[in-house]
């Protein structure tokens, strides 16, 4: 089975993240089925995983994304990408 890159986040985490329900991740994560108007969130989400595993490993990178974090204001990062602020995050997990 192919490894993804969100593999160390739970379901609820991507759920909350890209505003989506658990089972909508599920189903994702078993068919890859995705409708095209809710793809953006889910591939913010990865691009910033892939950033955060340049230099953390997949516990560090559930971490980072879950934890108090002074860059995005002293909010957890996965509360900001699921306010649609991917940007912040990015530029956050980039410093």
């Known amino acids: 089975m192919r490894r993804r890159p969100s593999d160390g ?8 993240a890209t505003g989506a329900t658990v089972r909508s991740v599920r189903n994702r ?3 890859s089925a995705i409708r095209p108007r809710s ?5 913010e989400l990865r691009e910033i995983v892939l950033l955060l595993r340049e230099t ?4 560090d990178v559930r971490q980072w994304l879950t934890a108090r974090n002074r860059i995005p204001g002293g ?4 509360e900001v990408l699921a306010e649609g602020h991917a940007k912040a ?5 980039k410093a």
Do not use: F, G, H, M
Not at 56 to 59: N, S
């Open 56 to 59: 953390l490993t997949p516990p």
């Open 29 to 31: 994560r078993e068919t």
């Open 39 to 43: 793809n953006e969130r889910p591939r």
């Open 9 to 16: 986040l739970t379901q609820a985490s991507i759920a909350k």
């Open 75 to 78: 909010r957890r990062p996965i």
């Open 89 to 93: 995050v990015r530029d956050a997990a």
